[in-house]
């Protein structure tokens, strides 16, 4: 008796002084201890539409390794005073959005888009917000065969408030293609006077098909943002054809000195087979021969 | 010599043994004959079934059947160099072993290839083989070798006959007229004169030298059908050597067996005597030296080289298999040698029990060859279940084996009912060269 009643005490004391410990209480997120990140970037699609993709992170002040996506916020997208949309964040905190390529935008008088991605707050997490300015870029690519030489033919341009285009220059363009795992740079070039051009390479295989998908890119750019164009051409060109092997061990048909010896040495023993059996037949006539005459030696007598 | 006389007399020294059945030879084909039905039903169950009643499965996919099949090829190949080679020389005992030779040659390479179409799934596209050949493949060399060995040796067996076949013919007024019908069929009108038998000597002898050719160009075919592969255990460039060795011990061995048999059951004491036995034992002796050389050189190879799926398959022989092991490479090697190198052990039953001993180690030593080899995979087979990965054979594998053993034995003592299994040809022949040599000395 006296030692269940122990048993009891020391069990009891154990959950006591767990339930107590500093370590013992279910962890809590402190949002305090994190420095919360939005931040827009935009990329103008091969298609012309326009994705605004805000990244929504709490990076922890002490450690600023640790990251923490907030998920389920919701971002409003503005263009100046009008509301372009919302989107709601993902488990990894970016939250989507695709304007259509036939959107007006409101810009500003030097011609700047400008976009507000903003987070209203909730019980948790104080109101955030990041803006971007750009002009909307149309990047222009054409794959064209000149004088017989495969040529690749990129233009810039942004259209003025009156319908003009107007080339740009300075800007960095990447043009590349797309490869199995990443793409491969053919040219970057810093655009002059809204266009460039040149020869497409000789050497590259593509797909199965001979199809290629050639890119052109402005990364990144404080003036456009990200301006992706692409194309698919067929101007794959194979370096080394696929060679069919014949008469190999492993192909179809078997080597020819194979055949040849198989042969030669099949022939050599069916032949004196052969010659057995004539000689069998030559042995049978003699035999015929003889039993003939001594059947007619018989009659005879 | 009344040449006339004298095969009348053979032929009435041997036709009982021809034209009589001892009870016990009654009995004896009787139960033979219920062994091979049993195995006939054995092939209807493997038939209507599938090959889910033998023990092979994806990993083990050559079991028994294919040790059978190596067992009986190497046994017809070693009957055709052997029967090649006593054509050549000019002995008196020749005579006494030659037809039994002759005669195992031609039933193994008739039951042989019966244990491959019993391991063949799908037996309704066995004329794929022939209409769709892959010429580079080993499996169609050994088809072409195996059909042109059979055709060879069956008109070398032929050809043998005659001779015998004409004596009978010409002297067993007293048989049964099915039986004159028979003689005077494959007799072929063979009557013994000097221009016959020239022709006869010579496609004999051409033909001899063919088999053995023949023999050990379709010994090394089916070696290569395992050599030829990269699977531990089976690649080796020793292997179609190896074959032949060991193809000419079990032949030997069982050419021993078939002669103790024989003189045992049939009166024939005066024709297949001790020198046989003592000559069949000498090349025992050798090949067994030759095959334990190989044995051992083959092993060692593979151990020493201690390659990861060599070292594997090694230590699967001297666990799982080690008492097989043993019987085979040491037991099948060593019994002989001890037996037949001294002397005073050399006597016709201990030479008979040497080569028992030799057969069984080379029916496990095939065995060893091919199941442990198939139980170690060389690429990893996928999902493949534990109960698959060891072999064991059923009752329908053993069945189809005994039954294809009882055929041998019955087709054997069924043709020693056609004609004599001691060439009376050899016999007259022998006597006939001994006349003219007589002849000679006393002109001299």
């Not at chain 1, 050497?203 to 050639?214: H, T």
Request: proline letters at 3%; glycine letters at 6%.
């Amino acid at each position: 008796m006296k030692s269940i009643n122990y048993r009891y005490t020391i069990i009891t004391s154990l959950i006591i002084a767990l339930l107590f410990s500093f370590n013992g209480f279910a962890q809590e997120l402190d949002a305090s201890n994190y420095k919360m990140r939005l931040s827009l970037s935009t990329v103008k699609q091969p298609d012309n539409s326009r994705l605004f993709e805000v990244s929504f992170i709490g990076q922890n002040k002490e450690d600023r390794k640790d990251k923490l996506p907030v998920f389920e916020a919701e971002i409003k997208f503005y263009n100046e005073d009008n509301l372009l949309g919302q989107a709601k964040t993902s488990y990894d905190g970016i939250a989507q959005f695709t304007v259509p390529a036939d959107q007006n935008y409101i810009t500003d008088e030097d011609g700047y888009i400008n976009v507000l991605a903003k987070f209203e707050g909730s019980d948790g997490l104080d109101e955030d917000e990041d803006d971007i300015q750009f002009k909307n870029l149309f990047l222009e690519l054409n794959l064209e065969e000149i004088d017989s030489v495969n040529t690749v033919l990129v233009r810039a341009f942004i259209i003025d408030s009156a319908g003009v285009e107007t080339p740009i220059e300075g800007v960095n363009v990447i043009v590349s293609v797309d490869g199995m795992f990443s793409k491969r740079k053919l040219e970057e070039v810093i655009i002059e006077e809204g266009e460039f051009q040149f020869a497409f390479p000789i050497d590259i295989p593509g797909d199965v098909n001979g199809d290629v998908l050639v890119y052109s890119m402005i990364n990144d750019s404080d003036d456009y943002g990200t301006v992706i164009q692409s194309k698919t051409v067929n101007w794959g060109v194979f370096k080394n054809k696929i060679r069919t092997e014949e008469n190999k061990l492993w192909t179809d048909a078997a080597p020819i000195w194979m055949y040849i010896v198989l042969t030669l040495m099949l022939l050599g023993v069916w032949a004196s087979f052969l010659y057995s059996v004539i000689s069998l037949f030559k042995i049978k006539k003699e035999g015929k021969e003889i039993e003939g005459s001594q059947t007619q030696l018989h009659t005879e007598q | 010599m009344n040449l006339e006389n004298r095969k009348r007399e053979l032929a009435k020294e041997f036709s009982p043994m021809l034209e009589k059945t001892s009870n016990a030879s009654k009995i004896l084909m009787g139960f033979l004959i219920a062994i091979i039905l049993v195995g006939v039903y054995a092939f209807f169950v493997q038939l209507f079934e599938g090959h889910i009643v033998t023990g092979m499965r994806d990993n083990v996919v050559w079991g028994v059947y294919i040790i059978n099949f190596i067992f009986f090829v190497c046994l017809s190949y070693s009957g055709a160099f052997f029967s090649g080679i006593l054509h050549f020389i000019h002995t008196p005992w020749k005579n006494s072993v030659s037809r039994i030779v002759e005669i195992v040659t031609v039933l193994s390479l008739i039951i042989g290839p019966i244990f491959i179409l019993l391991c063949i799934g799908r037996l309704d596209r066995l004329h794929y083989l022939f209409l769709y050949p892959r010429i580079q493949s080993p499996i169609t060399w050994d088809i072409i070798a195996i059909m042109t060995d059979l055709v060879g040796c069956f008109i070398y067996l032929f050809l043998t006959f005659i001779p015998d076949l004409a004596i009978l013919r010409d002297n067993s007024e007293n048989a049964p007229k099915w039986r004159q019908k028979v003689y005077k069929f494959l007799a072929i009108g063979y009557q013994d004169t000097p221009t016959q038998r020239k022709k006869l000597h010579k496609i004999t002898g051409a033909l001899s030298v063919i088999i053995i050719a023949l023999a050990i160009v379709a010994y090394s075919v089916l070696a290569w059908i395992f050599s030829l592969t990269p699977q531990p255990g089976w690649n080796s460039s020793i292997f179609g050597a190896y074959f032949i060795i060991a193809g000419l011990y079990s032949g030997i061995g069982v050419i021993i067996i078939a002669m103790f048999l024989i003189r045992k059951y049939y009166p024939l004491n005066h024709y297949i005597r001790k020198v046989h036995f003592m000559g069949a034992g000498m090349v025992l002796l050798v090949i067994s030296l030759l095959y334990g050389y190989f044995t051992f050189s083959e092993y060692f190879s593979r151990w020493f080289g201690h390659k990861i799926h060599d070292a594997e398959l090694l230590d699967t022989l001297f666990t799982r298999y080690f008492w097989m092991f043993i019987f085979a490479n040491y037991i099948g090697v060593l019994v002989p040698v001890v037996i037949i190198f001294f002397k005073k052990l050399r006597t016709i039953k201990s030479i008979t029990f040497a080569a028992v001993i030799a057969v069984i180690g080379l029916w496990y030593n095939r065995y060893l060859i091919v199941v442990p080899t198939l139980e170690s995979p060389y690429i990893p087979i996928q999902d493949t279940r534990e109960e698959f990965i060891h072999y064991t054979a059923t009752w329908v594998e053993w069945s189809l084996s005994l039954a294809g053993v009882a055929a041998f034995i019955l087709f054997f003592m069924l043709i020693m009912k056609l004609v004599p299994v001691v060439p009376m040809s050899g016999i007259i022949d022998y006597e006939r060269k001994q006349k003219k040599n007589k002849k000679s000395l006393n002109k001299l």
